[in-house]
């Protein structure tokens, strides 16, 4: 893939500002900031987005559109960690976990003919005092800051390479989220529109659901209107 990266001091979200571009853009274009002053999580949460940390957004345009696109970020992301010896998990369906605090998020928007693909990843940045037990930063792992024009470099590299792994086979990208997750054989908790679902994940299936084993009932849990939560 070749990238055309656009890179900005502050926006309200990059994928807001990538939704912008289009149609007008190639496959490939990345929008960067060093602020989102509106950066956003799934299901229309907010995300702290101060400078310091990766925030991005990435303009795809695969021949379908297939919901478990949405693993390719998380995966790239949890690939590029653990080049830089942080060890990473991914935690279905799109966020990515150091032991029991997350360190990034990722919000894949499609519509017909396009994706757009942000990630967020705290890097350098200062985590807000409220989340300190819940999120982490590289910085904070490593006793050290990490250089973002190369960590981001890498990040679109393994992006890349998770990207072409979907297009050929997203079995493949299923296979991947299966080895990086510690949701398998634990119990979890989903929050769903109509209420909470308690129950012990079994298997990510062929399409990218989550499979519940609850009072003995195979439950299939679908991405995209759900929070699952774990405790480890």
């Given at each position: ?64 559109i ?10 790239a ?39 757009i ?43 890349d ?24 054989g ?8 109509d ?25 299939k ?12």
């Amino acid at each position: 893939m070749k990238w055309r990266i656009i890179t900005l001091d502050e926006v309200d979200s990059t994928n807001e500002y990538a939704k912008r571009l289009i149609p007008n853009v190639e496959e490939g274009t990345v929008v960067i900031a060093r602020r989102q002053s509106s950066g956003k999580g799934r299901r229309g949460r907010t995300w702290a987005s101060p400078e310091g940390g990766l925030w991005m957004s990435v303009v795809l345009k695969p021949p379908e559109i297939d919901p478990r696109l949405v693993f390719v970020g998380a995966l790239a992301v949890a690939d590029t960690l653990e080049e830089f010896g942080i060890d990473a998990w991914v935690k279905w369906p799109n966020d990515v976990w150091v032991g029991e605090r997350k360190i990034s998020g990722t919000l894949t928007e499609a519509k017909i003919g396009f994706a757009i693909m942000g990630i967020g990843l705290n890097v350098n940045n200062d985590i807000p005092e409220e989340l300190k037990g819940y999120a982490v930063s590289m910085r904070e792992l490593l006793g050290e800051p990490v250089d973002l024009e190369s960590l981001t470099q890498r990040v679109l590299s393994d992006l890349d390479r998770w990207y072409g792994v979907f297009l050929e086979d997203p079995l493949i990208v299923v296979e991947g989220v299966k080895r990086k997750t510690l949701l398998l054989g634990r119990t979890v908790r989903v929050l769903r529109e109509d209420g909470e679902l308690v129950g012990r994940a079994i298997d990510i299936s062929d399409d990218g659901s989550l499979l519940l084993d609850v009072d003995g009932q195979t439950v299939k849990v679908v991405y995209g209107d759900v929070s699952v939560r774990i405790n480890l």
